[in-house]
């Protein structure tokens, strides 16, 4: 295992206008070139960092070709372009990162340390800011699989298994680390691969292929004394034509919850935006907000997904894939594509969740094309 830094930056920028709509402008900021000599390829993952950063993995590239950790700087001064920061190369033998969480606060012990997996989630490791110095601390803190990580305020990282069927929690006191099981479940296909956290500390996720054989929207509720049983309640079950195989989920305004299905919901099976809004005696009720047009169309097949402002933002990975947004007004649902993203020298098949600046733009990256092929680092300002 290697670590190693590199600076490079690239501006490009793609402008887009039409009659009906105020110009839109596409900013290519960084383009990710292939090979270990190269600054990580098919980046796979984006998250907020400090001071207006954003850190993120490459599944390909780096020092071993294993994929790299990086950051990514906002310009010194105006005018200026971002650089990018490579945190750690991985080596062979824990390649392939594929999830990436922050620790803003040090909740876990360590402010401002990332937590991540590789190896299809089998290696969860831990990296430390320099105390100093210029290398950040690389750590495997538990070997077996861990997906849907998500880090509650009260110092505890949650994760699932489908090996075992269970929710696990991983703690951290004195340098060493604790692994409880929390919760087993009914079976490997009823274990939720997706978590989110609401407010109150209950966890909800989605299981791709439980209840009827295309998902289920889950929740699990913590125990109110220690040591006692959390509680699972089956908030949705998939049908096919509402929607089959759900991939994201999130905890918007007033406790509703909101997701995406890559597939079903008629319409070509281009898959669904849904919601499920909390009703009284602890009842959810279930809507789809959009149902994808499929079929061969840039319109299918939703990934990630943001709340904000009252407006949903998501990407579609069909074809080259999409940014588009959704906004909900006395029970009216209205969708508008943003953005179709196109072959190189731009970049195409998003990855991740659209990611929102405060001035309402939106920071992502793709997975192909610009000038390397090997995926780009972008801001989009509708």
């Known amino acids: 295992m290697m670590s190693s830094r590199w600076t490079v930056s690239l501006l490009l920028v793609i402008c887009l206008s039409s009659a009906s709509a105020p110009a839109q402008t596409m900013n290519v900021l960084f383009n990710f070139t292939p090979g270990t000599t190269g600054n990580g390829n098919y980046p796979i993952t984006l998250i907020h960092g400090p001071n207006g950063s954003y850190y993120g993995a490459t599944y390909f590239g780096g020092a071993n070709n294993a994929g790299v950790v990086f950051q990514m700087n906002p310009p010194a001064a105006a005018g200026d372009p971002w650089t990018e920061t490579i945190l750690y190369s991985f080596g062979s033998d824990e390649a392939l990162p594929d999830q990436l969480v922050l620790d803003k606060d040090g909740v876990l012990g360590i402010p401002g340390a990332l937590y991540g997996t590789t190896n299809n989630s089998q290696f969860l490791f831990q990296l430390t800011p320099p105390d100093g110095g210029r290398i950040w601390g690389y750590t495997v803190i538990r070997v077996g699989e861990a997906l849907g990580l998500v880090i509650s305020p009260q110092g505890v990282l949650y994760g699932t298994e489908t090996e075992s069927d ?7 006191s004195g340098g060493a680390w604790t692994f409880t099981p929390l919760y087993t479940f009914s079976g490997q296909y009823e274990t939720p691969t997706s978590l989110t956290l609401d ?170 094309g610009g000038t390397g092929l090997a995926g780009t680092f972008y801001q989009f300002v509708p």
């Open 199 to 368: 407010s109150a500390g209950n966890l909800y996720g989605t299981d791709r292929e439980g209840g009827s054989g295309y998902g289920e929207v889950i929740k699990l509720v913590p125990p109110s004394v220690p040591g006692g049983a959390w509680t699972e309640t089956v908030l949705h079950t998939f049908m096919g034509n509402d929607g089959s195989y759900p991939s994201a989920i999130i905890v918007g305004e007033q406790g509703n919850l909101f997701g995406t299905t890559q597939q079903g919901g008629g319409h070509k099976n281009g898959g669904v935006v849904w919601r499920l809004a909390p009703s009284s005696g602890g009842t959810y009720s279930y809507r789809v907000l959009y149902r994808f047009t499929g079929g061969s169309s840039n319109d299918s097949e939703p990934t990630g997904l943001t709340f904000y402002r009252n407006a949903l933002y998501g990407f579609t990975a069909y074809v080259r894939g999409t940014i588009y947004k959704l906004t909900i007004s006395s029970g009216t649902v209205t969708k508008t594509t943003l953005f179709n993203f196109e072959p190189a020298p731009g970049g195409y098949d998003p990855a991740g969740a659209p990611l929102l600046a405060s001035d309402g733009s939106i920071f992502g990256v793709t997975e192909d």
């Open 166 to 172: 269970q929710l696990f929690q991983l703690s951290q």
